[in-house]
Every structure is written in structure tokens, then in C-alpha cells.
């Protein structure tokens, strides 16, 4: 059964640093998401992504973050400078013409 | 502003019983509802969805009720098991696709022998 994949599992990262996570969504998927689930809290949308652009994005999503799919198969959340609030779990989302969405497992981001 | 409020916030439910999660919206606009699964360490996974021009789906032991008037949906497990014990997640969006999920605050469920 196909699967939503990121990578890595586990990110730890200095304050102000640039991080990448990267998914590759399912492949016949055209609909493409982050959100992220600070420990304990609800998941909470970041971004939505169709067509090669963004379709949709939260007031979480500011300038520090940025979405591209450099390739077929890929779909990458980057944050330009971390805070120490950015420490979550990412997960990528993915659905192809219904409303289901498909979550990967998740990158934990610890930013100390 | 919170989309979906959902209860309780802990559930603890003896093996075989049923486990009751609530949800409620205040978006008319919303149609499609799905409830989530999450185990500790992994990705939320899409269990059931309902959408509001039926008042229930089941699938297996899980069942959605829900009351496009009062709007609340619910979700029903049946003949709980220690292995349902996880965090349960419902959701609500506005369009088929491409769209945000607004997600309630989740329910810890303990389901225990």
C-alpha cells in the first residue's frame, strides 16, 4: 500500500539555522500539506500546495518558511531561521482528488 | 478561534465497552468530517470520514453519528480493545480538496483488559 515518507525522523538543529525536511508524498497525489503538532497539542495547518504553488497557508506559515516540489517527487517544508518555538512534529500530508488526506510519520524537530 | 471543539480530552473505557468521542463546529460551511488515529511516535491515520448528507457511516466497529443541525459528529468504537488505545483526532474542512484541516484538540483513549 502506498505511503506518504520523510525524512529525517529526527531533526536537532541550532537556533537560527536553516532546516529542510522533505517528504515524497504518494506518487498519483496532487494535493500536497505540512502541519505540525507541537508534544501534547492538536495538529495545526502550515501550508497547502497544488498545481506548483501555494493553494492555501496559516498565519504559522511566515516568511521563515518557505515550500517547494524541486522534483516529481519530492515536497520539502524549509525554515530559514529556527526558533526555539519551531521545535514540533512536521508532518506531511498528501490527497489526490477526494478530501482524504494521507500523513507520513513525521519529522520531530528539536531546535535547541 | 477554535474551528473544532472536541471531548472529552481523556477517556479511559474497560475491554469490550464503548468508547464515545464528541466533536462540534461552528462552520456551516464545512462538509467533510474525518476522524483520526494516532499512535505515539507516528502520523495521524485516517480511520472514518462522513459527510454531512448522511447521518451515520460505520465501518467495523467504528461508527460516525452525526447531526448536521446541532452541528456535532461523533465517533462511536464499538467493542473497544487495549489495541484501539491511541489519541483520536477529529476533523472538519470546506472543500473536496486542497484545503486545510481543522483538527479538534484530540482524546486520549485508554482502552484497559
Known amino acids: 500500500e502506498p505511503e506518504v515518507t520523510q525524512t529525517p525522523s529526527h531533526q536537532v538543529t541550532q537556533m537560527g539555522q536553516e532546516v529542510i525536511l522533505r517528504c515524497v508524498p504518494i506518487s498519483n497525489h496532487l494535493y500536497f500539506y505540512w502541519y505540525r503538532q507541537i508534544l501534547g497539542q492538536k495538529v495545526e495547518f502550515l501550508v497547502s500546495?497544488?498545481?506548483?504553488?501555494?493553494?492555501?497557508k496559516s498565519e504559522i506559515f511566515d516568511d521563515q518558511f518557505s515550500v517547494e516540489r524541486p522534483d516529481g517527487s519530492n515536497f520539502t517544508l524549509k525554515i530559514r531561521s529556527t526558533k526555539l518555538e519551531d521545535s514540533a512534529m512536521y508532518f506531511c500530508?498528501?490527497?489526490?482528488?477526494?478530501?482524504?488526506?494521507?500523513f507520513g510519520p513525521g519529522t520531530r524537530l528539536t531546535v535547541l | 478561534q477554535q474551528q473544532v471543539k472536541q471531548s472529552p480530552q481523556s477517556l479511559i473505557v474497560q475491554k469490550g465497552g464503548i468508547s464515545i468521542i464528541n466533536c462540534a463546529y461552528e462552520?456551516?460551511?464545512?462538509?467533510?468530517f474525518p476522524w483520526y488515529q494516532q499512535f505515539p511516535g507516528k502520523g495521524p491515520a485516517l480511520l472514518i470520514a462522513i459527510r454531512p448528507d448522511v447521518s451515520e457511516k460505520k465501518e467495523g466497529r467504528f461508527t460516525i453519528s452525526f447531526n448536521k443541525s446541532a452541528k456535532q459528529f461523533s465517533l462511536h468504537i464499538m467493542d473497544s480493545q487495549p489495541g484501539d488505545s491511541a489519541t483520536y483526532f477529529c476533523a472538519a474542512s470546506t472543500r473536496d480538496t486542497g484545503n486545510q484541516f481543522y483538527f479538534g484538540t484530540g482524546t486520549s483513549l485508554t482502552v484497559i483488559p
Open positions: 462552520n456551516t460551511a464545512f462538509d467533510y
Open positions: 500546495f497544488y498545481n506548483n504553488e501555494i493553494s492555501e
Open positions: 500530508a498528501s490527497s489526490r482528488l477526494a478530501a482524504e488526506q494521507f
